[in-house]
């Protein structure tokens, strides 16, 4: 048996996880030779400089493991400094009795140095603000925090992946580049190049003129004289040689006419015609945006694979300051053919539950954490949300159970009545006071929803639903989508959406048409209905948002 702790593989260091994440938190390991990588969090001299104690963390847990090196090994002032980085090796050894720790590293030597200045370092040891971290999103990842966020986030992906693939959904690539809007809400990025080509364009021009009216009469005035030494070589019945020759000189003079003609009609500026921007000269001869939602392409694979999912980021360009808005998210969404409202809202609850119950099996560590340090009820949500049948109303027992409380002294921000889309406030007031668990809303009036959404028999509401979940209100929108041919033209007709974008789409309905449902899952939601955190920005490795895009 190995006196050494197996490196991880691909990687000439062993994880900490390895070591403190075992049943016996590493002690088994007492002995053993191991080399350690990572970051310090916190870093101590000791016996009057003769030697230092480090908390090194690697990133693969959330714990640290106490490193012991001694002042001959290296400069020990450089290496407490809170972010270093220090790979070192060294026996693994049992602390004093009473320790907090289970094991510890003695240093034997110090194999790498990544030093850090102190005085220019943006974290100290001293706790900063989820706020504040926002302006080192590179380096916020090295905090306790965020790295636990992304751990989680990581578990909740690897969760996602394996509850679709054990319930036969195939993952499904949709494009990021679209040119039709899901939502018809209008808050969509442009992806163009007009603007670069304008630009470049501008820049062309000033350094290289266009022709004049005279340059170009000039060149036809060439072209004019070449024909003539053509015609006179052809009357002359001269060599063939020289009337080929003749022949090439008019044709590079007719091509310089023509290139000539060209550049004459360049205009510096984005190019229109009537009035209008042209995008027939854009990259993608058409308008072209980020997508704001996978679903409509996704359903087409689920017209011929049944059972299918994507997950991907999405984009919505409105200028919203909120702690529940971004620029950039992620959208889990799953769509099943010979399916209809019933069991979208099977689908959607088995889903939640499991996320829910694979952080309380994977990631208990960085929970444990989070209930810690931000919301000491988020382990006990995810396990009621995970053990609990969710709630069913409809929209309209919805709305009476909503003015009932109104009547009874309730105030909401946003007036309660029959066809309101139902605000932040009444969702929690749903989850959080009346039922105390998830809610599923649905059958909502047609009116509040997208267009796509089958028409009910009442003609009156369609078959949406809507999950509702304590802490942070909507996590899932779903519905049985409008199959029918004639139903659907309707509804894009009524809603004066342009029927040209969507004719793929209507196509699904002309040929071999079926029943099937879907939803949309907002990842950064169920990690914030996770953590307890507060700011979506907080749970995303990048956020995008108004006036802000770093790196």
């Known amino acids: 048996m190995s006196d050494e702790v197996p490196k991880a593989e691909f990687s000439d260091s062993v994880l900490i996880k390895s070591i403190i994440r075992r049943e016996d938190g590493g002690s088994g390991l007492a002995g053993k030779k191991a080399r350690i990588g990572g970051w310090v969090k916190t870093g101590r001299k000791a016996d009057k400089d003769a030697f230092a104690f480090l908390e090194l963390n690697d990133g693969s847990c959330a714990g640290n493991l106490q490193v012991i ?59 900063l603000t989820l706020e504040s971290l926002r302006d080192f999103v590179h380096l916020r990842s090295r905090t306790n925090t965020i790295s636990a966020v992304a751990r989680i986030r990581n578990a909740l992906a690897y969760a996602t992946h394996t509850f679709f693939n054990k319930h036969g959904f195939l993952y499904v690539h949709t494009p990021i580049v679209t ?22 364009l501008e820049k062309e021009l000033i350094q290289n003129p266009p022709p004049t009216e005279a340059d170009v009469e000039a060149a036809k005035l060439v072209v004019q004289e070449k024909g003539e030494v053509v015609s006179q070589l052809k009357s002359a019945k001269a ?137 000491k009820g988020c382990i006990d949500r995810l396990k009621m949300v995970a053990s609990t049948p969710f709630i069913r109303l409809t ?30 406030g009444h969702e929690r007031y749903l989850t959080e006071v009346k039922y105390q668990k998830p809610v599923i809303v649905y059958n909502y009036p047609k009116d509040i929803k997208a267009f796509y959404m089958r028409l009910n028999d009442d003609l009156e509401t369609v078959a949406a639903m809507d999950v509702l979940v304590p802490k942070v209100g909507e996590l899932i929108g779903g519905s049985q989508r409008e199959e029918r041919y004639d139903v659907i033209q309707q509804r894009l007709e009524e809603m004066d959406l342009p029927v040209e974008p969507y004719e793929w789409y209507i196509d699904l309905r002309r040929y071999g048409t079926v029943k099937h449902a879907g939803f949309g899952l907002g990842f950064e939601r169920m990690i914030l209905f996770a953590t307890g955190l507060e700011n979506i920005r907080d749970v995303i490795p990048f956020p995008r948002y108004p006036g802000r895009a770093d790196l």
């Not at 209008?276 to 017209?303: P, W």
């Open 179 to 200: 040119t039709s809007d899901c939502e018809g809400a209008g808050e969509m990025f442009q992806v163009t190049t007009l603007f670069s080509e304008a630009e470049r």
């Open 239 to 375: 060599d063939k040689k020289e009337i080929s020759a003749a022949v090439a000189e008019l044709k590079k003079a007719k091509e310089n006419v023509s290139k000539l003609e060209e550049r004459s009609k360049l205009q510096p500026g984005i190019p229109r015609k009537d009035g209008k921007v042209d995008y027939t000269k854009d990259f993608f001869a058409r308008q072209a945006f980020l997508t704001v939602s996978g679903q409509l392409q996704v359903e087409s694979y689920a017209c011929a694979l049944s059972r299918v999912y994507t997950f991907g980021p999405t984009f919505r360009a409105e200028n919203s300051h909120t702690s529940r808005h971004l620029a950039e998210f992620w959208v889990v969404e799953p769509e099943i053919a010979f399916a209809d409202l019933e069991d979208d809202m099977k689908c959607a609850e088995a889903y939640v539950k499991f996320l829910c119950r694979w952080l309380l099996d994977n990631c208990l560590e960085d929970m444990e954490f989070m209930a810690d340090k931000f919301d």
């Open 69 to 127: 090196i001694d002042a001959s090994l290296a400069d020990l002032g450089q290496l407490v400094q809170t972010g270093t980085c220090v790979v070192v090796e060294g026996h693994l050894k049992l602390p004093p009795s009473g320790a907090k720790q289970k094991i510890e590293l003695r240093a034997e030597e110090v194999l790498h140095v990544g030093p850090v200045d102190p005085a220019k370092y943006p974290l100290p040891k001293t706790r």
């Open 395 to 424: 929209y309209t027992e919805a709305v009476e159970i909503l003015e009932e409380s109104v009547q009874n002294g309730k105030k909401f921000e946003k007036e309660v009545e029959w066809g309101i889309d139902l605000a932040s």
